[in-house]
């Protein structure tokens, strides 16, 4: 059974950084990736990583960071200078097809959900 597990999230000042983690078990991947979703809205893309590559919404570029550990069998995501804005709950994404143009990641397993908050 495919499990994702993560954490890191937390409340931080408008600014500040977070470093999310995601445990993977129950099966190897070869691309993962990172959704977010704030209240009342969609579920988002953030960043993905797959084929030697690595992908991020034009929102957080150039402030998030999506690396992994393939022996390990975790994914992380770096997020600097953080915006209210980029208050949501963020999922970790395993498994599935990352479309480049336009930036589609669709994945097959889930992670229960981490809540990041930024205040101002």
């Known amino acids: 059974q495919v499990q994702l597990a993560e954490s890191g999230g937390g409340t931080v000042q408008a600014g500040g950084s977070l470093r999310l983690s995601c445990a993977a078990s129950g099966g190897t991947f070869s691309r993962h990736g990172w959704f977010r979703q704030a209240p009342g809205k969609e579920r988002e893309l953030a960043a993905a990583i797959g084929g030697g590559s690595t992908y991020y919404a034009d929102d957080v570029k150039g402030r998030f960071t999506i690396s992994r550990d393939n022996a390990k069998n975790a994914v992380w995501l770096q997020m600097n200078s953080l915006k209210p804005e980029d208050t949501a709950v963020y999922y970790c994404?395993?498994?599935?097809?990352?479309?480049?143009?336009?930036?589609?990641?669709?994945?097959?397993?889930w992670g229960q959900g981490t809540q990041v908050t930024v205040s101002s």
């Open positions: 994404a395993a498994g599935g097809v990352i479309f480049r143009t336009p930036l589609r990641y669709e994945n097959d397993y």
